[in-house]
């Protein structure tokens, strides 16, 4: 079974610009969890989308958004990029349903913004 | 709102020793997950170990095991027979309840450095 896919792996932009990534989940999985690793700040939930809808957010000004198709691939939007946005953008797949919903991580894209 | 504290931000463990990686946590859901994961350099995070709060024995999994004290809220990771690979960041992590959905609170992480 593969696993959790995030495309591109690398990307860096400028100030300014506006960036989509993209994240595939474990086949069956109907939930994806976006988080952002920073030195400064850890890890930080993003959002969750469970099929198609989101389902819970964190404390992201709205420059910051997702959405989730039919197959469940995932893509997150940043728009009017901030230095401070130069991250490790971590994507996590479960099914989504009641139990332990163990989070299956991918192995993120790290962005660079100059 | 949950809060997970990892107070060591470092450690070095000699090969094939055990290591204990501390983590308390505070949440007034009476529900909750908590989880360890590993990051190595490369970024990925692995999952390791989960523990309900429900759960009455202790969650083992291979060399890894979860020792949960609920009442102190302490849900600390032993790694026993510490290999050159286990050299990684740890991070604990708690879901909440219901209302939290899936969504994660991580620790500071545990900078993991095993000496051969």
């Known amino acids: 079974k593969a696993g959790v896919t995030q495309t591109p792996r690398y990307l860096i932009k400028t100030r300014g610009q506006q960036v989509t990534l993209s994240c595939s989940p474990i086949s069956g999985h109907r939930s994806v969890s976006w988080y952002q690793q920073t030195p400064g700040q850890g890890l930080q939930f993003l959002f969750e989308?469970?099929?198609?809808?989101?389902?819970n957010k964190g404390n992201f000004p709205g420059r910051f958004s997702g959405r989730q198709f039919s197959n469940s691939r995932s893509e997150m939007n940043v728009s009017t990029l901030e230095l401070g946005d130069s991250a490790l953008y971590l994507c996590?797949?479960?099914?989504?349903?009641?139990?332990?919903?163990?989070?299956?991580f991918g192995p993120g894209t790290r962005l660079t913004v100059l | 709102a949950q809060k997970i504290t990892q107070t060591q931000p470092g450690m070095f463990v000699q090969e094939k020793e055990a290591v204990t990686l501390d983590c308390t946590y505070d949440t007034s859901d009476q529900s909750y997950g908590l989880f360890w994961y590993k990051q190595p350099s490369s970024g990925e995070m692995i999952f390791l170990i989960y523990q309900g709060s429900y759960d009455e024995q202790n969650a083992t999994e291979g060399r890894y095991s979860l020792n949960f004290q609920k009442a102190r809220k302490s849900a600390n990771l032993v790694i026993s027979a510490s290999q050159l690979g286990d050299s990684a960041m740890y991070f604990c992590a708690m879901r909440g309840g219901k209302a939290a959905g899936n969504k994660l609170t991580f620790g500071g992480g545990t900078r993991v450095l095993v000496k051969p």
């Open positions: 996590a797949s479960s099914t989504g349903l009641a139990g332990p919903m163990e989070q299956f």
């Open positions: 989308y469970f099929s198609e809808t989101q389902r």
